[in-house]
Structures are given as C-alpha cells and as structure tokens.
C-alpha cells in the first residue's frame, strides 16, 4: 500500500505575498546598543513577521537641521532587512510603537532620540502618500543608512534611486570635494 501524503493545508493568515522591507535604527541616548539588539528582537516577534537580518552597529555623529553636531550624543545606527507579509502602513504603525515602548517622543525632527525606526523600503513600492513616504526622502542622503544596509545587501537598491553602493559612493566623492558637480543622483 502506497501512503500519499496529507493534502497541504491552507496557510490561516491567506493574502499578501511576503515583501522584503529595510529598517533604519538608531538611538543617541541611554544603552544605545542594547535599545537596538531589543528593537530588532521586538520587530522578530511581529505578526507576519518571518525573517530578520540585522547589519553591524555603526557609530555616527548627531546630523541636525544645519548639519552634523559633534557636540550632540553620538547614534548607534543600523539596518535590518525584515521579510514581512504586514501591509507596509501597518508595518510603520507597529514601528511607531515600538518607538513609544522606548521613550521615543516627537517633540524636535533632528532632536535626540531613544529609539528612531524607518521604513527606508517595501519591496519596490513607491508612495507620495505623506503618511507612508516610500521610499524614505532621505535615504540616499544619508550614509548612515546606506553603509549599514550596504553591508547587509551590497546588490541592495532604493527604487526611482539606484544602487546603494553607487549612492553612498557619490555621497563620498561629494564629502570629499571629489564631486564632478552633477549631483541630480542625490536630488
């Protein structure tokens, strides 16, 4: 007698296709590091959540509205690529509260922080929506996204951007004067 296996059983949690999605975080006050282990473990326990990979920690100066402050605390930043089948808009929400859990208040855009969390990408989802920017504004600005993710995905791109290593390579070339004066990539 030949045993067919059972029929697979349907998933419980049908709809959305598993999306990779890429997180920023970062903090400048308290246990900076242990704030980022216990975000990232906290972000693995979410619903829908199956898959968390989490960069090295980087250590980077305070950027404010006019520039970067050495004076300011420094940030423990990092990125971790999540594969999610969340919708992108519950994603920032349980992101948001996952700030809250850790202090974060939203009184200063470029103030100090306990806990910061973005949501850089969704998959190659772009929205204008104001309350889901994707990808995020800024994220090809700002090396201390791009180099961790860089060290996590180095074929890694930002859609409507490029590649991340072609952004943070003319993010370099720019800081070091080495700029050919065509800067419409970082737009």
């Known amino acids: 007698m030949i ?15 598993a999306a990779t999605a890429v997180i920023a975080l970062g903090a400048n006050l308290g246990d ?19 898959d968390v990979r989490l960069s090295e920690l980087y250590e980077t100066v305070a950027v404010r509205l ?3 402050d050495p004076d300011a605390p420094g940030y423990v930043n990092a990125v971790a690529m999540v594969s999610t089948r969340l919708a992108p808009e519950v994603l ?14 939203r009184r200063d855009r470029w ?14 989802i772009v929205s204008e929506d104001p309350h889901l920017l994707l990808p995020h504004p800024r994220a090809a600005e700002r090396l201390f996204v791009l180099d961790p993710w ?6 890694g791109e930002i859609p409507g951007r490029g590649r991340i ?23």
Do not use: C, N
């Not at 860089?150 to 074929?155: I, K, N, Q, R, V």
């Open 92 to 105: 920032l929400g349980m992101l948001h509260a996952i700030e809250e859990e850790y202090g974060r208040e």
């Open 111 to 124: 103030g100090d922080r306990t806990l910061d969390l973005d949501l850089i990408t969704y998959g190659d």
């Open 165 to 187: 290593a072609d952004l943070a390579a003319g993010l370099r070339a720019d800081a070091a004067g080495d700029s050919t004066g065509d800067d419409s990539e970082h737009g």
């Open 66 to 68: 006019d520039g970067p």
């Open 150 to 155: 860089l060290s996590l995905d180095p074929a």
């Open 3 to 17: 045993r067919k296996p059972p029929p697979a059983r349907p998933d419980p949690r049908p709809g959305r296709d």
């Open 32 to 50: 900076r590091r242990e704030t980022i282990r216990q975000a990232v473990e906290r972000i693995s326990r979410l619903p829908l959540v199956d």
